[in-house]
């Protein structure tokens, strides 16, 4: 089993499409702190998620609060301004996968305090500042899972 955060995601169709991979891999979902938009029943039917209700999502109030529901968990951290790579990377099961704001990425301070277990997505154009972050929980997630198995929970 796998983990995935989101820390203040800012864009609801990235966050949809995350629920969706989530959903389709089983894998649980963490949003922590605000989301800069709505997650109540209300908002999700209006903008078609219709496979919502698929989705394990957990809220939490700030990074502690997740580090605390996942006392067995590695903690993973992604950003462009990492020197590792993803692949390099061995993950193990229960990791959880933590990315930042789509506009910010994830707090510096964050960054250096956990640098060992900072990675990127290496872009061979250094002119596009970053990937969207829905595909970049993809990249990730099917590396990680290629890595461990896939676990069938159905």
Known sequence: ??????????????????ARLCAATFTDLHIVGAAG?????????????????QVKIRR???????????????FVYFSTKSDKTYTDFPFQNND???FGRETRGLPEDLLKANWE??????????NVRSLNLATSVGIVLFEAFRQVGF???S
Not at 1 to 18: D, F, R, S
Not at 117 to 123: A, E, G, K
Request: aromatic share 6%.
């Open 96 to 98: 959880c996968l933590i």
């Open 1 to 18: 089993m796998l983990h995935v955060a989101l820390v203040e995601p800012e864009i609801p169709p990235n966050t949809g499409n995350i």
């Open 37 to 53: 938009f709505r997650l109540d029943e209300k908002a999700v039917k209006r903008a078609g998620l219709d496979y919502w209700d």
């Open 117 to 126: 277990r900072c990675l990127q997505i290496p872009m061979p154009n250094q």
């Open 151 to 153: 676990h069938d929970r």
């Open 60 to 74: 939490h109030i700030d990074l502690e609060n997740l580090y605390s529901a996942l006392p067995g968990s590695r």
